[in-house]
């Protein structure tokens, strides 16, 4: 039996951060994909222990996971988020500039692959949650950018459980499915990094850059 939203199941709240309900409802509206319960939740632990000074988010859509980065992190906290699709970028913005979190993020609108080539600033947490068979060819970029010390979270690694599956993957899913599976084996056994995979949401990849303390 696979267990899904635990928190959802046991928490009172029916949303997933009552300050932004109306972003939530909007998005399950639209059809955006937002973090689930568990995700969010395993998010917002992992930005509150890291308590960063920096993070990058690759995927905006609508600026929810973003905000929930903005509300779990300190006052000082500098977000910068990158999201390929004009319209959604632009809602987003609109969105973000509805709340009092406005200062803390920057939308960077372009491909990944481009913006990250251009970034020249070191980041101690960041969260990739842009298109899944994109993963593997970010992470180089992404090492780059990563502080040593710094927490690299990457949400729906599993992808719908067929990363894990023995069945053969449409044509469609084949090249995701693999790309992903490539993507874990590499921070699995990256001699810099130290990583474990959680099956919260549709899998999660968690990885810290190793400083001199190891």
Do not use: W
């Not at 994909?33 to 993070?55: C, S």
């Not at 593997?136 to 719908?160: C, M, Q, R, W």
């Not at 992903?180 to 130290?194: A, F, G, R, T, V």
Request: hydrophobic share 35%; net charge positive; aromatic share 10%.
């Amino acid at each position: 039996m696979k267990f899904r939203e635990l928190n959802k199941y046991f928490s009172k709240s029916k949303y997933i951060d009552s300050e932004f309900r109306e972003l939530e409802k909007l998005c399950i509206k639209d059809k955006i994909p937002i973090l689930d319960r568990d995700a969010a939740d395993f998010l917002k632990l992992q930005l509150k222990i890291k308590q960063p000074k920096r993070v990058l988010e690759i995927g905006t859509a609508y600026g929810f996971s973003a905000l929930i980065t903005a509300k779990n992190t300190p006052r000082s906290t500098e977000i910068i988020t990158v999201e390929i699709d004009l319209e959604r970028a632009e809602k987003a913005k609109r969105e973000i500039e509805k709340t009092k979190y406005n200062d803390k993020i920057n939308i960077k609108i372009g491909n990944a692959l481009d913006v990250l080539m251009y970034l020249n600033q070191k980041f101690d947490f960041i969260f990739l949650d842009a298109a899944k068979g994109q993963y593997l060819y970010l992470f180089e970029y992404i090492f780059e950018l990563l502080e040593p010390g710094g927490i690299l979270l990457a949400d729906n690694v599993l992808y719908k459980g067929k990363v894990l599956s023995n069945k053969k993957n449409e044509h469609k899913n084949r090249t995701i499915v693999n790309n992903l599976k490539e993507y874990l084996e590499i921070i699995i056994n990256h001699p810099q990094l130290d990583s474990t995979l959680v099956s919260t949401g549709d899998g999660m990849a968690l990885s810290r850059r190793k400083d001199n303390n190891g």
